[in-house]
């Protein structure tokens, strides 16, 4: 279990984290939201024990995150952090050994891994020759050489392509399965949406909504009732849902939002009754819904 319990962290006059709490079970996929400057990345930091919080605790498996502990983690920040001058192998093989691997095992997990990215025509060139595609991809292997309990990646999408940002997805599922525990940051909602179990969006340092993404669409006050008009007739019955309101009319669909709580079974029989409609789908907010209303509204 990875427990962030109140963290404050002040850098002079600037709090970057005011009150940040979270707990991650092992084993669990956590997305870690808010939008620049709202303090996912000090946030961690602190995680990682690179930063210490002025005030709260982190702590994993009840202990603080101390040197031995932490050599038993893994991070991508977002920023580049590889040694342009040093050939990809040569760099995967390093931060095994700054890990506690020795060989032959180094050599072996590093080969695995320049095999599982693709990245073996580049594997004796300096990191400074690569693309930055490239150079992200040499960095996750430089993060998981280690095979880590707990594994957090700042922006892990950031300069692939869509081909290799589907690579990426593969092998953090491959990681899931693993049970490895991850925190992700991303503003790819998509991507997270399809791979974490739990999140938490944060805002100004503080926590803003958390849960599974069940959770957060529970909490959601509204649905978007999009039905494909059979005739004229649609839009009379849609008005008489309670609490419904028109939001819009686009590619021979009308949209409508209606309280999460609609009967949307006695909706669907009225319509029908009516020879009104072709199509009826009540629509689920989307992750990137739900974050930019919660973001919106600490505002």
């Not at 960095?139 to 998981?144: D, M, N």
Request: proline share 4%.
């Amino acid at each position: 279990m990875l427990k962030v319990d109140h963290v404050r962290k002040e850098f002079g006059k600037v709090r970057a984290v005011s009150d940040v709490s979270f707990e991650i079970p092992k084993g669990i996929t956590f997305g870690l939201l808010g939008p620049n400057g709202a303090g996912k990345t000090t946030s961690m930091r602190m995680i990682l024990g690179i930063l210490v919080p002025d005030a709260g605790s982190v702590t994993w498996d009840g202990g603080a995150v101390d040197g031995s502990m932490r050599r038993r983690f893994g991070y991508l920040p977002e920023e580049r952090g590889l040694y342009g001058k040093m050939k990809v192998a040569d760099q995967i093989s390093f931060f095994g050994r700054l890990h506690g691997l020795v060989e032959p095992e180094i050599t072996r997990r590093t080969n695995a891994w320049i095999e599982r990215l693709g990245i073996g025509a580049y594997a004796g060139r300096p990191c400074a020759e690569l693309s930055k595609g490239n150079q992200q991809k040499v960095q996750v292997a430089c993060a998981s050489v280690h095979e880590p309990e707990l594994l957090i990646l700042d922006e892990p999408f950031s300069g692939l392509d869509p081909v290799n940002a589907d690579m990426l997805l593969a092998i953090l599922r491959d990681l899931q399965a693993k049970g490895t525990t991850l925190v992700l940051s991303s503003h790819q909602m998509w991507q997270l949406e399809a791979l974490c179990d739990r999140f938490c969006i944060i805002t100004r340092g503080e926590n803003r909504a958390s849960g599974s993404l069940a959770e957060l669409r529970a909490a959601w006050a509204t649905r978007v009732l999009r039905v494909a008009p059979g005739s004229d007739a649609v839009r009379a019955v849609l008005d008489r849902i309670p609490g419904a309101s028109f939001v819009a009319s686009d590619s021979g669909a009308v949209d409508y939002a209606v309280p999460a709580n609609t009967d949307f079974r006695g909706a669907l029989k009225t319509l029908v009754e009516a020879d009104a409609v072709v199509r009826f789908d009540a629509i689920e907010p989307s992750l990137h819904d739900i974050y930019i209303k919660t973001i919106e509204e600490a505002a």
